[in-house]
T-cell receptor
Framework: RKEVEQDPGPFNVPEGATVAFNCTYSNSASQSFFWYRQDCRKEPKLLMSVYSSGNEDGRFTAQLNRASQYISLLIRDSKLSDSATYLC????????????FGAGTRLAVHP | EAGVVQSPRYKIIEKKQPVAFWCNPI?????LYWYRQNLGQGPELLIRYENEEAVDDSQLPKDRFSAERLKGVDSTLKIQPAELGDSAVYLC?????????????FGSGTRLTVV
């Protein structure tokens, strides 16, 4: 298994839809994870941190399943402005001092 | 609070020429990272600094890439000579410290095109 794997998408959804992305990881010792958002030709920006079982922030919910080694990001009531690439980030197997970025899942929200 | 500042924003050079990128991290952030992002991929770590010490440079192509972080603040990444395959976005990031739970703040990146 790769250190981190994501479905590249794209996910094309209408406004108001609920969409979920999954990310699998190989390092079973990982304890904290992150979702970053990257707009086209921009830098990645931290969206959410994920510890223990999950985290919720407004329309965004991140969940962690340690047994199956995946994390998910759920976006409810999608907005046009949610269109971006979502990067799953996990600690390196060699230690917690390096984060490994997935290739990202592209989301396109249309009217 | 100023974010991570990188320059230049864009750079176009001919192959075999040298190029340098500069990064100023967020004030007080001890850990600095240089990442490279190819089109359609996630960022990949090149080098990590703890203050002025390079503690992880295992993925830095040392035959042509070099980096320094003088006085534990600003950092410079250099490529000499550049190759066509070096075309990518070079991202600098900083964090308060390395370790679980500390996300990174990225600069806007330098988009390098080697022709």
């Amino acid at each position: 298994r790769k250190e981190v794997e994501q479905d590249p998408g794209p996910f094309n959804v209408p406004e108001g839809a609920t969409v979920a992305f999954n990310c699998t990881y190989s390092n079973s010792a990982s304890q904290s994870f992150f979702w970053y958002r990257q707009d086209c030709r921009k830098e990645p920006k931290l969206l959410m941190s994920v510890y223990s079982s999950g985290n919720e922030d407004g329309r965004f919910t991140a969940q962690l399943n340690r047994a199956s080694q995946y994390i998910s990001l759920l976006i409810r009531d999608s907005k046009l402005s949610d269109s971006a690439t979502y990067l799953c980030v996990v600690p390196s197997p060699g230690g917690y001092n390096k984060l490994i970025f997935g290739a990202g899942t592209r989301l396109a929200v249309h009217p | 609070e100023a974010g991570v500042v990188q320059s230049p924003r864009y750079k176009i050079i001919e192959k075999k020429q040298p190029v340098a990128f500069w990064c100023n991290p967020i004030s007080g952030h001890n850990t600095l990272y240089w990442y490279r992002q190819n089109l359609g991929q996630g960022p990949e770590l090149l080098i990590r600094y703890e203050n002025e010490e390079a503690v992880d440079d295992s993925q830095l192509p040392k035959d042509r890439f070099s980096a320094e972080r003088l006085k534990g603040v600003d950092s410079t990444l250099k490529i000499q000579p550049a190759e066509l395959g070096d075309s990518a976005v070079y991202l600098c990031a900083s964090s308060l410290m390395a370790g679980q739970g500390y996300g990174y703040t990225f600069g806007s990146g330098t988009r390098l095109t080697v022709v």
